[in-house]
């Protein structure tokens, strides 16, 4: 089991940059896929990014590919999200969220169900 703890937002200006963290517990965190999502007021929760175990491998959903990168520091137990050209429908509670299985398709790798745990969130607000 592993214990997900959000934190970084806040209030940024349209083009603006934000990096988002996500502290995991316990031991076994490079044994799990580490995936962000959003969601934003009256929105259903949306993917935004995925990285593997390692980090060799990432994914991302197409409206945000290019301005987002994922990353992760296994010795920190640290998942990151970096947000840079970052707009007012960026807005949203930001989620990670952490994937014990090995493979899956890229549809899967989308969907908030194919993920175990889920940390409580942070708000980021772009403003125009």
């Known amino acids: 089991q592993v214990q997900l703890v959000e934190s970084g937002g806040g209030l940024v200006q349209a083009g603006g940059s934000l990096r988002v963290s996500c502290a995991a517990s316990?031991?076994?965190?490079?044994?799990?896929?580490m995936g962000w999502f959003r969601q934003a007021p009256g929105k259903e929760r949306e993917f935004v990014a995925r990285?593997?175990?390692?980090?060799?491998?990432?994914y991302y959903s197409d409206s945000m590919k290019g301005r987002f990168t994922i990353s992760r520091d296994n010795a920190k137990n640290t998942v990151y999200l970096q947000m840079n050209s970052l707009k007012p429908e960026d807005t949203a509670i930001y989620y990670c969220?952490?994937?014990?299985?090995?493979?899956?398709?890229?549809?899967?790798?989308?969907?908030?169900?194919?993920?175990?745990?889920w940390g409580q969130g942070t708000q980021v607000t772009v403003s125009s």
């Open positions: 990285i593997s175990r390692t980090g060799a491998d990432t």
């Open positions: 969220a952490a994937d014990p299985a090995v493979l899956r398709s890229r549809a899967a790798q989308a969907m908030a169900s194919a993920y175990d745990y």
């Open positions: 316990g031991r076994t965190f490079s044994s799990y896929a």
